[in-house]
């Protein structure tokens, strides 16, 4: 069993919808949680983080931790075409700079 | 400010042979970490260095070295490449000084025949 699963999709929506994408853990030493977008032929960059649980908001997205249930979401309001990426969630436990756990991405397509 | 620059961006090899690829980090930024993200999958940690040591290591055989250079850049070497090598190949780098964000490169395509 992964250490990190997550909804695998694809995931296609109309524009401005609201867009919800979760994964599940198993290694309660997670501590970091992350969200990266991936474009096509590009390299991961990260849209936000989360320490422990609770929510976070930065602008359209917000993302949630709940460390009880061993799960995560990121949500994607008034979603815009060029939201459209396969998206990553990321855990570390709290003294791994560098090492991440990655889910294996969720593919998303915001249509016009 | 250059961020994390990887060469080349794509490789061909054939099975057996040997390929080392490249990775500049970002500017202010002492530690590198490798991943290799397989078509359709998420990307998987190979090993970090800092400090020109490896520091960590994934559950990938002993093929797969590395080296990291006295400016921080470094290399990643696979020998008797396999079909199953075939990936993208990315660099991250970060700094030790607790800051979360790992920024990463645009990848090397390795294709093995």
């Known amino acids: 069993q992964k250490e990190v699963e997550q909804d695998p999709g694809p995931l296609s929506v109309p524009e401005g919808a609201i867009v919800s994408l979760n994964c599940t853990y198993s290694?309660?030493?997670?501590?970091?949680f992350m969200w990266y977008r991936q474009y096509s032929r590009k390299g991961p960059e990260l849209l936000m983080y989360t320490y422990s649980s609770g929510n976070k908001e930065d602008g359209r997205f917000t993302a949630q931790v709940d460390k009880s249930s061993k799960y995560i979401s990121l949500f994607i309001r008034d979603s815009q075409p060029s939201d459209s990426a396969t998206y990553l969630c990321?855990?570390?436990?709290?003294?791994?700079?560098?090492?991440?756990?990655f889910g294996d991405g969720t593919t998303l397509t915001v249509k016009p | 400010d250059a961020g994390v620059t990887q060469s080349p961006t794509h490789l061909i090899k054939t099975r057996g042979q040997q390929v080392t690829l490249r990775c500049s980090p970002k500017s202010g930024h002492d530690t590198v970490s490798w991943y290799q993200q397989a078509l359709g999958q998420g990307p998987q940690f190979i090993f970090q260095?800092?400090?020109?040591?490896?520091?960590q290591r994934g559950n990938f055989p002993d093929r797969f070295s590395g080296h990291q250079f006295p400016n921080y850049s470094s290399e990643l070497n696979v020998n008797a490449l396999l079909l199953g090598d075939s990936a993208l190949y990315l660099c991250?780098?970060?700094?030790?000084?607790?800051?979360?964000?790992?920024?990463f490169g645009q990848g090397t395509r390795l294709t093995v025949v």
């Open positions: 990321a855990l570390r436990e709290y003294t791994n700079a560098g090492k991440s756990t």
């Open positions: 991250a780098s970060s700094t030790t000084t607790g800051s979360i964000e790992a920024f």
């Open positions: 260095y800092y400090e020109e040591e490896e520091r």
């Open positions: 290694n309660s030493a997670f501590q970091y």
